[in-house]
T-cell receptor
Framework: QQQVKQSPQSLIVQKGGISIINCAYENTAFDYFPWYQQFPGKGPALLIAIRPDVSEKKEGRFTISFNKSAKQFSLHIMDSQPGDSATYFCAASLGYKLSFGAGTTVTVRA | NAGVMQNPRHLVRRRGQEARLRCSPMKGHSHVYWYRQLPEEGLKFMVYLQKENIIDESGMPKERFSAEFPKEGPSILRIQQVVRGDSAAYFC??????????????FGQGTRLTVV
């Protein structure tokens, strides 16, 4: 079964806008929550990650918000740029095993 | 330092043939993970290997699929008697030690298998 549920499936945002992607998980044993960015024809690359004892982490224009009680976490892309157009995957790990969401295709219109 | 290298990038096989996918981890990495990505889906864990050992193959189909990571050479994911449902992108990742909160896995560019 899908251990990590991700939404929306796709989104379109204007340049300079904010992209928000949401994920929810069931297994409270997950101990690490990374986000991956994937461009067409490429492998996923780690973008930003958070541990469950932290409620927010920011790196440049990318912010993860984490709500442990609700078992939800989200990625915010501020000031979205055309170069951010990609597919984004949330994931949750239990030790070495990553469980991925289904992905969100983000299109940033100039 | 070259990244994780996978080959071939694209592989076409007829039903019933064998597919061999290769993965060379990053230099200094002795832990390899294989994932499968079906269209419109996220990556699904298949197997975790260290040199000469299979640590966890809980995500591998019970039949036709096998993986190895020999002492010398790349890791190999082998699919025997391929069927159309095996068509997917197969990604390999590597890490210097066991993956966890303080260890990042680096992914290769994937092998896109098409079964015709």
């Amino acid at each position: 079964q899908q251990q990590v549920k991700q939404s929306p499936q796709s989104l379109i945002v204007q340049k300079g806008g904010i992209s928000i992607i949401n994920c929810a998980y069931e297994n409270t044993a997950f101990d690490y929550f990374p986000w991956y960015q994937q461009f067409p024809g490429k492998g996923p690359a780690l973008l930003i990650a958070i541990r469950p004892d932290v409620s927010e982490k920011k790196e440049g224009r990318f912010t993860i918000s984490f709500n442990k009680s609700a078992k939800q976490f989200s990625l915010h892309i501020m000031d979205s740029q055309p170069g951010d157009s990609a597919t984004y995957f949330c994931a949750a790990s239990l030790g070495y095993k990553l469980s991925f969401g289904a992905g969100t295709t983000v299109t940033v219109r100039a | 330092n070259a990244g994780v290298m996978q080959n071939p990038r694209h592989l076409v096989r007829r039903r019933g043939q064998e597919a061999r996918l290769r993965c060379s981890p990053m230099k200094g990495h002795s832990h390899v993970y294989w994932y499968r990505q079906l269209p419109e889906e996220g990556l699904k864990f298949m197997v975790y290997l260290q040199k000469e050992n299979i640590i966890d193959e809980s995500g591998m189909p019970k039949e036709r699929f096998s993986a190895e990571f020999p002492k010398e050479g790349p890791s190999i994911l082998r699919i025997q008697q391929v069927v159309r449902g095996d068509s997917a992108a197969y990604f390999c990742a590597s890490s210097p030690s066991g993956l966890g909160a303080n260890t990042e896995a680096f992914f290769g560019q994937g092998t896109r298998l098409t079964v015709v």
